[in-house]
């Protein structure tokens, strides 16, 4: 079955605290993996996607397929930071364009 | 270019009755998606528009149909509604392709039904 999960619904640091949001899978294939974020009385957008191998924000993610995992990682939380973040993945081929989202995470940082 | 639109913002209905969701994408892409978000989850895949054909759907009854016009605008229809259908839907346009994994939100419509 293709599942994400996320098994944090709250995360509160205090600020210049290093970060890091779980996110985990399920798929039997090559997903692509994605973080997207809301901030508040903002729509749904994307952060970063694995394939990118990017720093956005000072976030960064690797994929673990390993452990079918893509943790988002930022090493000093900023409070501008606080949002809802979720992990989502899309298969490949003819798969591409299905989003399969996680529960979300809340990150709060407190100064 | 003012993005991802979605009408109406909000909707009340009753059990039983139809609704029609409207979204125009952002300029320059072919592909829209809907979603379901249901309160304290994540969007939920209903089904993916491109040339105006269905072209995936996601695990959701047949009352819920969409449609994609000419200018790759995008309705969602739901026939029948349960109050289960209360949520936020959201559509998300993209470009086919190597881009259609990269998708941009609307607002969203929030349904509520009583």
């Known amino acids: 079955a293709q599942r994400v999960t996320q098994p944090e619904k709250l995360l509160s640091v205090f600020k210049g605290a290093p970060v890091e949001l779980k996110c985990n899978y399920s798929?039997?294939?090559?997903?692509?993996l994605f973080w997207y974020v809301q901030y508040s009385r903002q729509r749904l957008q994307l952060l970063l996607r694995?394939?990118s191998r990017e720093s956005i924000k000072g976030f960064t993610a690797d994929l673990n397929k390993g452990e079918t995992s893509f943790h988002l990682k930022k090493p000093f939380a900023q409070e501008e930071d606080s949002a809802m973040y979720y992990c989502?993945?899309?298969?490949?081929?003819?798969?591409?364009?299905?989003?399969?989202f996680g529960q979300g995470t809340e990150l709060s940082v407190k100064p | 270019d003012a993005g991802v639109t979605q009408s109406p913002t909000h909707l009340i209905k009753t059990r039983g009755q139809q609704v029609t969701l409207r979204c125009s994408p952002k300029?320059?892409?072919?592909?829209v998606s809907w979603y379901q978000q249901a309160l304290g989850q994540g969007p939920q895949f209903i089904f993916q528009?491109?040339?105006?054909?269905?072209?995936q759907r996601g695990n959701f009854p047949d009352r819920f149909s969409g449609h994609q016009f000419p200018n790759y605008s995008s309705e969602l229809n739901v026939n029948a509604l349960l109050l289960g259908d209360s949520a936020l839907y959201l559509c998300?346009?993209?470009?086919?392709?190597?881009?259609?994994?990269?998708?941009?939100f609307g607002a969203g419509t929030r349904l509520s039904v009583l």
């Open positions: 998300a346009s993209s470009l086919a392709g190597l881009g259609q994994n990269i998708q941009y």
């Open positions: 798929y039997s294939g090559s997903p692509e």
């Open positions: 694995h394939i």
């Open positions: 989502a993945l899309s298969g490949g081929g003819n798969q591409g364009g299905k989003l399969i």
């Open positions: 300029s320059g892409h072919d592909t």
């Open positions: 528009y491109y040339e105006e054909e269905e072209r």
